[in-house]
Nanobody, 125 residues
Framework: QVQLVESGGGLVQAGGSLRLSCAAS????????MGWFRQAPGKEREFVAA????????YNADSGKGRVTISRKDAKNTVYLQMTGLKPENTAVYYC??????????????????WGQGAQVAVAS
């Protein structure tokens, strides 16, 4: 069992920055692929970024490449999502997710086995 806890969400002005954190617990010493997704009101869940089994960083080219950076700190078993140049359309609940049994299909939410509770990000114009 893995628990994921997001933090760092909040309200920010357009053009501002936020860093989301996702702390994983339950599998100490494990290094599994993790991703970030977001869901805006009335919209489907959308892939934002992921770190693969090989450590590759993957991004959604449409929704944030260049303004979003995913990173991890293994010592803290934590994954981060740094967002800059935020726009009102980035307003959403951001979820982190982990794959324990796969190393594939990082862009699809159905490939992830565990999810955090979500962090609200609101961008004011």
């Amino acid at each position: 069992q893995v628990q994921l806890v997001e933090s760092g969400g909040g309200l920010v002005q357009a053009g501002g920055s936020l860093r989301l954190s996702c702390a994983a617990s339950g599998r100490p010493g494990s290094r599994f692929p993790m991703g970030w997704f977001r869901q805006a009101p009335g919209k489907e869940r959308e892939f934002v970024a992921a770190i693969s089994c090989n450590g590759d960083r993957l991004y959604n080219a449409d929704s944030g490449k260049g303004r979003v950076t995913i990173s991890r700190k293994d010592a803290k078993n934590t994954v981060y999502l740094q967002m800059t140049g935020l726009k009102p359309e980035n307003t959403a609940v951001y979820y982190c997710a982990a794959q324990l049994f796969n190393c594939a299909s990082y862009y699809s939410g159905t490939s992830y086995d565990y999810w955090g509770q979500g962090a609200q990000v609101a961008v004011a114009s």
